[in-house]
């Protein structure tokens, strides 16, 4: 079946504008998750989802960032006003239902952003 | 949290087990270990998780020690596209809204060569 999807794959942009990361989790999976990796490094979390709700934001690195989920699908990352520290790959991963420690979680392939 | 620790890489001959340790001697018992792998330029992908027991699938087994100190990731017959980075992750029953997040570390760089 299909998999987690992200869009778009790649992304360029200029210092200061805002951009806007999809992510369309597996069908009826009800938790969704996004990470950040930025060159070289391990994942970072950044939020999560639970249904449309978001109990955990911590990860979120600044106010420039935040996430909605609409309809327990398809969520949407948004940077504002973006710097060059914000260039990473940004991942987001879905799991079939509340989120715990055996459920799995499954991932996208990414979107690359790069801020010049 | 438990901490794990892996070595930064390793290598291993195509056709040959690998075998990838990880320590994370802090563990509770209530906390699960995980193993993801992220092959260049993807999203990390799951291979396996357990608790106590020994588990296999048909991607790699998961030998966990008595004591759940430590754990060892096989993959029986590594082939070139078994090449990745691996990480061991041990899974918090958190309280509350931390429930959600995987903590990935540096993980283990396996080079399979031919």
């Known amino acids: 079946g299909a998999g987690v999807s992200q869009s778009p794959s790649n992304k360029v942009t200029e210092k200061g504008k805002d951009v806007e990361l999809r992510c369309d989790p597996i069908?009826?999976?009800?938790?969704l998750y996004w990470y950040r990796q930025r060159l070289g490094q391990g994942l970072e979390f950044l939020i999560y989802?639970?249904?449309?709700?978001?109990?955990?934001k911590s990860g979120l690195p600044s106010d420039r960032f935040s996430a909605e989920r609409t309809g327990e699908s398809v969520s949407t990352l948004t940077i504002q006003r973006t710097q060059q520290e914000d260039s990473a790959v940004y991942l987001c991963?879905?799991?079939?239902?509340?989120?715990?420690?055996?459920?799995?979680?499954?991932f996208g392939p990414g979107t690359r952003l790069l801020v010049l | 949290d438990a901490k794990t620790t892996q070595p930064p890489s390793m290598d291993c001959a195509e056709g040959r087990a690998a075998n990838l340790p990880c320590n994370h001697s802090?563990?509770?018992?209530?906390?699960?270990v995980y193993w993801y792998r992220q092959i260049h330029s993807q999203g990390p992908q799951y291979i396996i998780h357990?608790?106590?027991n020994n588990e296999t699938n048909e991607m790699a087994s998961l030998i966990i020690t008595e004591d759940r100190k430590s754990s060892t990731l096989i993959l029986p017959h590594a082939t070139l596209r078994d090449t990745a980075v691996y990480y061991c992750?041990?899974?918090?029953?958190?309280?509350?809204?931390?429930?959600?997040?995987?903590?990935f570390g540096r993980g283990t760089q396996l080079t399979v060569w031919p």
């Open positions: 992750i041990v899974r918090s029953v958190g309280r509350g809204s931390t429930l959600g997040r995987l903590y």
């Open positions: 991963a879905s799991s079939s239902r509340l989120a715990g420690a055996q459920e799995t979680q499954y």
């Open positions: 357990g608790l106590k």
């Open positions: 069908s009826g999976h009800t938790a």
């Open positions: 989802f639970q249904g449309n709700s978001a109990p955990d």
């Open positions: 802090t563990i509770s018992g209530n906390e699960y």
